[in-house]
């Protein structure tokens, strides 16, 4: 059974930082790329940050040189480093799969106030 649960949200001021955490079951991690999508307020979900098995790093441009993804495949757990907030980057934050998501878990908030 496929479980994900993130971690980490909050409430944070624009320039923070926080990191976000995902716990994942039932899905190989060493075995898919993995990725961080956002749903903002009223938005549809967006991937923003994905990881290959080779461990190389693909970032939206919104994103890109502020946010951080890496793996811990002993683990099987991913990870999302942010930096220098945004409050554009408010959102919901789910990780999953980079490739044919399906089941989701319940996300962690991420508010960044101005």
């Known amino acids: 059974q496929v479980q994900l649960v993130e971690s980490g949200g909050g409430v944070v001021q624009a320039g923070g930082s926080l990191k976000l955490s995902c716990e994942i079951k039932?899905?190989?991690?060493?075995?898919?790329?993995m990725a961080w999508y956002r749903q903002a307020p009223g938005q549809l979900r967006d991937l923003i940050a994905a990881?290959?098995?080779?461990?190389?790093?693909s970032y939206d441009e919104a994103v890109k040189g502020r946010f951080v993804i890496s793996r811990d495949n002993a683990k099987n757990t991913i990870y999302l480093e942010m930096n220098s907030l945004k409050p554009e980057d408010t959102g919901v934050y789910f990780c999953?799969?980079?490739?044919?998501?399906?089941?989701w878990g319940q996300g962690t908030q991420v508010t960044v106030s101005s």
């Open positions: 039932g899905i190989d991690v060493s075995a898919n790329a």
């Open positions: 990881v290959a098995t080779s461990y190389v790093e």
């Open positions: 999953n799969k980079q490739y044919r998501a399906k089941v």
